[in-house]
């Protein structure tokens, strides 16, 4: 019989991989809950009219990417590609539409893209949406948790871009000028830059056409359509969070949905090829109204935990969090699982593998390397004699330490 694979771009998610989840999640929560958010949840399905109302009809994903399907009752539904809109609707749904709101979530995204190192089909976001806030403080606030993460994750070789659209009347100011502009541009347009034109022509600005993107490197800025109070906001990122994260200025930053309207802004790492983007955000003062709510102002972002994921296997980062414990003899078994008992009863955040076979202590520390530990404990002949344990570091300085059983529940303890 034929066999059944899985859908292109949706990989089952195992082996190596199959803890990042879990991981970034704890650290992602942490973050959270230290900026005081509370979780939401929203269906992965939706009616399709939601995302065509929010991200735009204009946007690639309503125009190619998205799972549509009718129900057994004629009903349009969609995947939801991404979270903003499901988290929107659900306020206005509630009646909460008046307050403000400060939340997170999490969960499976689905856009059909043509798969490719960091892009799937199906995909995790983390996201956060800070809604009923006006611009200000907000912002800031959001640029803070951005920071956290940025923190909490090392991800010191990272940049986040940081642009802003202006009001609806600066936009239409800026867009006139542009247009006026592409008028005298003298080469041709690609189909997807044609389209845009058309559309949307603010999103010509992040066209990966060569000739293009040097010729609007010479054309308007949005920034000088912008008001004081809007330059203020970009400064004040710039020195608040400047010295933790390093930040960038760029004015072709647009992003790819149709929502946006003031600070736009996302992340990017040198470690992750040609979808270098991880996070990615902005502001949304319109999305509440255009979905039927009350005036909403709104700001929030999403971070895409494959790609994470992918940033912190780069940099070969091993998991504190995780421990080999070897014996070099099956003979060992009974006092190995004691001691495994022991110290796990001392510090549950720590993933202990055991591995108390009969295979060589080589076969045993390659498999502890390959799977992210940061220590080895062997228990081998001398040890089980005397008593101890020997403590194998796998960082660069790979130290070595013999530990008494009282030292070592110690140690875990600590870790
Ligand atoms: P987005 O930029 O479309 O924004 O997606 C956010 C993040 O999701 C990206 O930076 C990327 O890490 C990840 N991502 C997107 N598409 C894929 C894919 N095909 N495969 C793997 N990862 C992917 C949003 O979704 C907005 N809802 C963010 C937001 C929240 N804006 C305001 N609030």
């Given at each position: 019989m034929d066999k059944i694979s899985s859908i292109r771009g949706m990989p089952d998610v195992f082996e190596s991989d199959s803890n990042y989840l879990a991981e970034l999640n704890e650290i992602l929560g942490k973050v959270f809950l230290s900026h005081n958010l509370n979780e939401i949840n929203t269906p992965i399905l939706e009616q399709t009219e939601l995302f065509i109302r929010s991200t735009g009809i204009t946007s690639d994903i309503v125009n190619k990417e998205i799972y549509s399907f009718n129900d057994r009752n004629e009903q349009s539904l969609s995947l939801r590609p991404e979270g903003t809109a499901g988290v929107v609707r659900s306020i206005i749904q509630k009646k909460l539409d008046s307050s403000e709101h400060k939340l997170w979530y999490q969960g499976p995204m689905f856009r059909y893209e043509r798969p490719q190192k960091g892009r799937f089909r199906q995909f995790n976001q983390a996201g956060v949406e800070l809604l009923g806030f006006e611009e200000g403080s907000s912002d800031l606030e959001i640029i803070s948790i951005v920071c956290d993460i940025f923190i909490e994750l090392e991800l010191e070789d990272s940049v986040l871009k940081i642009n802003h659209l202006g009001d609806k009347e600066t936009k239409e100011r800026f867009l006139s000028e542009l247009l006026k502009y592409l008028k005298t541009y003298k080469g041709e347009f690609s189909e997807n830059d044609k389209e845009k034109l058309n559309k949307?022509?603010?999103?010509?600005?992040?066209?990966?056409d060569v000739d293009l993107k040097e010729f609007l490197s010479k054309g308007p800025k949005i920034i000088d359509f912008l008001s004081s109070e809007q330059l203020n906001l970009l400064d004040n990122i710039q020195s608040i969070f400047g010295k933790y994260v390093e930040i960038e200025l760029d004015s072709s930053l647009v992003r790819g949905l149709d929502y946006y309207t003031g600070l736009v802004f996302e992340a990017v790492s040198?470690?992750?090829?040609?979808?270098?983007?991880f996070l990615g955000g902005g502001r949304y003062d319109e999305l509440s109204k255009d979905l039927g709510g009350k005036e909403m102002p709104a700001i929030g972002f999403a971070i895409g935990l494959e790609r994470l994921n992918l940033i912190k296997k780069q940099k070969n980062i091993r998991s504190n969090k995780v421990i080999s414990f070897v014996t070099?003899?099956?003979?060992?078994n009974a006092l190995a699982f004691k001691i495994a008992q022991l110290l796990r009863s001392h510090n549950y955040d720590i993933r202990l593998e055991t591995n108390f076979t009969d295979a060589s202590l080589k076969a045993k520390l390659r498999k502890a390397s390959k799977l992210g530990a940061k220590f080895v404990f062997i228990m081998g002949d001398e040890e089980f004699e005397s008593n101890s344990i020997t403590v194998k570091s796998f960082d660069e300085d790979g130290y070595q330490v013999n530990m008494s059983f009282d030292e070592i529940v110690d140690f875990y303890k600590d870790i």
């Open positions: 949307n022509p603010l999103r010509l600005l992040d066209s990966k040198s470690n992750l090829g040609a979808q270098d983007s070099t003899s099956s003979k060992m």
